[in-house]
């Protein structure tokens, strides 16, 4: 663990993975009580370590709930659900795509995008909280970086984060944040003490509102599946080819614009998508992977070939700052 989080582990500076979960686990026994906590997962390292941990705590006051709102990467929903049942967890899975393709129709301003997205699984929440009864808390898997990120140093807003902000009170729970002062790696290495496989927890970052800040422009239902398409032909093949692990985020971004291409012959008019991958170590600060000519060459052409509606790849070579990771 980083030496200079010294609010981590009671404030140790000797802080390990093993001493922030022995310290961690005994707040939140003694925080929740017998109450019973509502999680929202995403798929994502963050929450998964957060239900880990909650679990090891309070055992079965935890109810996980897993939500597709249909952003999520191409067979994601069935996959994670699988692994999550595998690592022990009462989770409950809510399949509501559409309500969110409903929600989010006509709106193309990424700010206004991301709160559609946050009331949503909010609204969700609260009706799976209304089921189970008895509900107390909500917890989330927000790290140091989310709260950092959603307010600048004059307190302005920079971009709202999916794991930060205050609850509406229809829904009157109280928070638990149990990894709020992690860096993400910090958390991969609590996720690997707490013995969560490897392969989980070396997933890349994923943001809470899935490919929706990736898609830019009006969200549809035909448009995350052009992404979806062509985001699984990348990701799978930086896996294939070894480069997965080398980079710490990648994905596809879909741009609300379309060009001229040429397709046996005849003239297309189609979409262009941006294929995005970064080198960080806490998110704070990204530099663009400078992943083979020859391994870029071939994912355009896959995904040209494959993904129906798309003639034209391009690579992102931005870092942040000034640009951030996601591009909405």
């Known amino acids: 663990m980083n030496n200079s989080n010294e609010h981590i582990c009671s404030r140790q500076q000797d802080c390990t993975p093993a001493s922030f979960i022995e310290t961690i686990v005994k707040e939140l026994k003694e925080q929740l009580g017998n109450d019973r906590v509502l999680l929202g997962l995403s798929g994502g390292v963050d929450s998964t370590v957060v239900a880990v941990l909650l679990n090891k705590a309070i055992g079965n006051n935890l109810f996980c709930i897993f939500v597709d709102h249909g952003l999520l990467r191409k067979n ?60 107390k808390w909500l917890a989330q898997g927000t790290i140091y970086p989310d709260i950092v990120e959603s307010k600048n140093a004059a307190g302005k807003v920079i ?44 997933r890349h970052p994923f943001p809470g ?25 990348f990701i799978s093949g930086l896996k294939e080819h070894g480069l997965y692990h080398q980079v710490w985020q990648a994905g596809v971004i879909l741009l609300p614009v379309q060009s001229v291409g040429i397709v046996n012959d005849e003239r297309t008019y189609e979409n262009a998508v941006v294929l995005r991958a970064v080198l960080s170590t806490d998110a704070m600060t990204a530099e663009w992977a400078k992943l083979p000519y020859e391994f870029l060459g071939k994912i355009s052409n896959d995904i040209i070939h494959n993904v129906k509606g798309v003639n034209r790849v391009v690579y992102d070579i931005s870092a942040k700052p000034p640009a951030t990771i996601e591009w909405e």
């Open 76 to 135: 994601e929903y069935e996959t994670v659900l699988e692994n999550y049942k595998i690592l022990g967890l009462n989770v409950i899975g809510v399949q509501a795509a559409q309500r969110f393709y409903d929600a989010l129709k006509g709106e193309t301003d990424p700010e206004a995008k991301r709160k559609i997205i946050g009331k949503g699984f909010i609204d969700v929440f609260d009706e799976e909280a209304q089921k189970l009864q008895d509900i």
């Open 209 to 233: 509102p899935g490919l929706g800040v990736r898609l830019l422009g009006e969200i549809t239902p035909e448009k995350v599946r052009i992404l979806q398409d062509a985001d699984d032909i």
């Open 159 to 202: 971009k709202s984060h999916h794991n930060v902000g205050g609850l509406p009170e229809k829904l009157n729970l109280k928070l638990v944040e149990p990894v709020k002062f992690l860096y993400k790696n910090e958390v991969r290495e609590v996720g690997l003490a707490l013995g969560i496989p490897e392969s989980f927890i070396q």
